[in-house]
C-alpha cells in the first residue's frame, strides 16, 4: 500500500484547494503530481490524487471500481446540499444514473440544441448593445454571468429576467464548496439553497397544474405519468441544470476571454479566421476548463497506474491537470487554438460525459464570437491584471474581467 502522505511532511508538491493562491494558478502545482503514478496524501482523510491523463481515464471510464456515490456514514449529519440527498446524474451510479440519464437526454439532442441558436444569439447581441451604451465591457457581469444562466431559465421555463437572483443563489451555492472540511457552512450558503429549492418547488406545482412547451413541464409529465422520476429527484435535477449549467458555461466563456486577452496574437488571429472558432473552443477547455477537478470513491481494492489504492478512498480526478498532461499533449502550457485537438477531459468521459457538453460550446462560440466581432480593439484593461477567481475549486470561475472597447 502507497504511504499517506502527511500535511506538513517532505514532498515534493504543494496541493491545497482551499488556498487562494493556489486557485488562482493550479497548474505549476499539477507538474510534479504528473511526473509518478497517483499519490495519496491526508487532505483531512486520506485522498487519492489522479492527474495524469491515463489514469484519469482509466477512472472515468471505470464505473465498476469507482464510483460516484459517496459512501454512507450513518455518523454524519443529514446532506446540507441544494440536491438534500436526492440522487443526481452527477452523483449516481447504474442503474439510477442509467433511468436518469435516459430521461433527461431526448432534451438535449443535436436538434434541441440547434434549435436554440437563433434566440442564444439574440440574447448575445442585446448584452453586446448594453456593453456599447455603457462603453465598456466587464465580461463577467456584462457577459459570462447573464447569458447561460437566461438561456437555462428560458429553458425551464421561468422569466429570464430573474437571471440575476438565480446567479446569485447559484454563487452562493458554489462557494460553499470553499468551506474547510469539519467547519460549519455559512449561513448565506443555506439561505441561497432554500431559497432555491422553495422557488423551483413552486415552479413544479405550478407546471403540475398548467403544463407548457418547456423542460420542467416535460419531467413533470414524465414523473407522473411513469414515475420515472421521484419528486425529489425531479426538483433535484432542475437544480443541477440551474448550478452545473449555468456556472460552468459562465466560466468557459471567462476563461477562454482571459486566456484569448493574455495572448492577443491569438485574439488577433481568431478575428482574422473566425472559422477556428470551434478549435478555439477545444483549446479554451482544455487549456483552462471550467472544471478543475471532480471525485470518485473506490469500491473496492484496486491499483491505479501503480498505486494501490484501498476501497472506499476519495479520489480527486483532476480534469485540468491530465489536459496539461505532456504525455498527451505537446507543449502543454501552451495556448494554441490551432491545436488539433486530442481528446481532452473537460467535460469528462465515460458514462457522466456531460450531457450539456454541446450548448455549452454553442453557448461558448457564440459568446466570444460575438464580442470579438462587435470590438475590434478589444483587449484586456489591464494585461497584467491579478485575477481573482471566485470560492470554489471544482469549478474554476473569474469574480470579474475588465475588457477595453473603444
Known amino acids: 500500500m502507497s504511504e499517506v502522505i502527511a500535511p506538513g511532511a517532505a514532498q515534493d508538491f504543494y496541493f491545497n484547494p482551499w488556498d487562494e493562491n493556489f486557485r488562482a494558478n493550479p497548474?505549476?502545482?499539477?507538474?510534479?503530481?504528473?511526473?509518478?503514478?497517483?499519490?495519496?496524501?491526508?487532505?483531512f482523510g486520506p485522498t487519492a490524487m489522479v492527474t495524469r491523463y491515463a489514469d484519469v481515464m482509466a477512472v472515468l471510464r471505470d464505473h465498476a471500481h469507482f464510483s460516484s456515490e459517496r459512501p454512507r456514514d450513518p455518523s454524519e449529519p443529514p446532506n446540507e446540499g441544494p440536491f438534500a440527498g436526492a440522487r443526481t446524474?452527477?452523483?449516481?451510479?447504474?442503474p439510477t444514473h442509467?433511468?436518469?440519464?435516459?430521461?433527461?437526454?431526448?432534451?438535449?439532442?443535436?436538434?434541441?440544441?440547434?434549435d436554440l441558436e437563433p434566440r442564444i444569439r439574440e440574447i448575445a447581441k442585446n448584452l453586446i448593445d448594453h456593453a456599447v451604451r455603457k462603453c465598456e465591457l466587464e465580461v463577467m457581469s456584462g457577459f459570462a454571468n447573464a447569458l447561460p444562466v437566461m438561456v437555462i431559465a428560458e429553458m425551464l421555463g421561468v422569466p429570464p429576467d430573474h437571471y440575476e437572483q438565480f446567479k446569485h443563489w447559484s454563487d452562493t451555492v458554489v462557494s460553499g464548496d470553499n468551506?474547510?472540511?469539519?467547519?460549519?457552512?455559512?449561513?448565506?450558503?443555506?439561505?441561497?439553497?432554500?431559497?432555491?429549492?422553495?422557488?423551483?418547488?413552486?415552479?413544479?406545482?405550478?407546471?403540475?397544474?398548467k403544463p407548457g412547451a418547456d423542460l420542467i413541464s416535460a419531467l413533470v409529465a414524465a414523473h407522473d405519468d411513469a414515475e420515472a422520476m421521484n419528486a425529489d429527484e425531479l426538483l433535484a435535477f432542475v437544480l443541477l441544470l440551474?448550478?452545473?449549467?449555468?456556472?460552468?458555461?459562465?466560466?468557459?466563456?471567462?476563461?477562454?476571454?482571459?486566456?484569448?486577452?493574455?495572448?492577443?496574437?491569438?485574439?488577433?488571429?481568431?478575428?482574422?479566421?473566425?472559422?477556428?472558432m470551434a478549435r478555439a473552443i477545444e483549446e479554451i477547455l482544455r487549456y483552462d476548463g471550467p472544471v478543475q477537478s471532480t471525485v470518485r470513491f473506490t469500491k473496492k481494492d484496486t491499483r491505479l497506474g501503480g498505486t494501490e489504492l484501498?476501497?472506499?478512498?476519495?479520489?480527486?480526478?483532476?480534469?485540468?491537470?491530465?489536459?496539461?498532461d505532456p504525455a498527451?499533449?505537446?507543449?502543454?502550457?501552451?495556448?494554441?487554438?490551432?491545436?488539433?485537438?486530442?481528446?481532452?477531459?473537460?467535460?469528462?468521459?465515460g458514462i457522466h460525459f456531460c450531457i450539456g457538453a454541446p450548448l455549452a460550446r454553442m453557448e461558448g462560440a457564440i459568446a466570444i464570437g460575438a464580442m470579438l466581432e462587435r470590438f475590434p480593439r478589444l483587449r484586456l484593461k489591464d494585461p497584467a491584471m491579478k485575477p481573482?477567481?471566485?470560492?470554489?475549486?471544482?469549478?474554476?470561475?473569474?469574480?470579474?474581467?475588465?475588457?477595453?472597447?473603444?
Open 98 to 114: 442509467t433511468r436518469l440519464r435516459r430521461l433527461v437526454s431526448r432534451d438535449f439532442t443535436p436538434r434541441r440544441i440547434r
Open 27 to 43: 497548474y505549476p502545482h499539477y507538474k510534479p503530481l504528473l511526473a509518478g503514478p497517483p499519490r495519496i496524501l491526508d487532505l
Open 242 to 276: 440551474l448550478l452545473a449549467g449555468n456556472e460552468t458555461t459562465t466560466n468557459l466563456i471567462g476563461n477562454g476571454m482571459f486566456a484569448l486577452g493574455r495572448n492577443p496574437a491569438q485574439m488577433n488571429l481568431l478575428r482574422q479566421r473566425p472559422e477556428l
Open 328 to 349: 498527451q499533449f505537446e507543449d502543454p502550457d501552451r495556448f494554441d487554438i490551432t491545436r488539433e485537438p486530442r481528446d481532452h477531459v473537460a467535460f469528462g468521459e
Open 179 to 209: 468551506t474547510l472540511p469539519g467547519t460549519p457552512l455559512p449561513q448565506e450558503f443555506h439561505s441561497a439553497t432554500k431559497a432555491l429549492r422553495s422557488y423551483f418547488a413552486e415552479e413544479i406545482e405550478r407546471r403540475r397544474k
Open 388 to 406: 481573482a477567481y471566485k470560492g470554489s475549486y471544482f469549478l474554476r470561475g473569474l469574480e470579474s474581467l475588465p475588457f477595453a472597447i473603444d
Open 310 to 324: 484501498p476501497a472506499n478512498l476519495g479520489c480527486f480526478i483532476i480534469l485540468a491537470a491530465a489536459n496539461r
Open 89 to 94: 446524474m452527477l452523483f449516481s451510479d447504474p
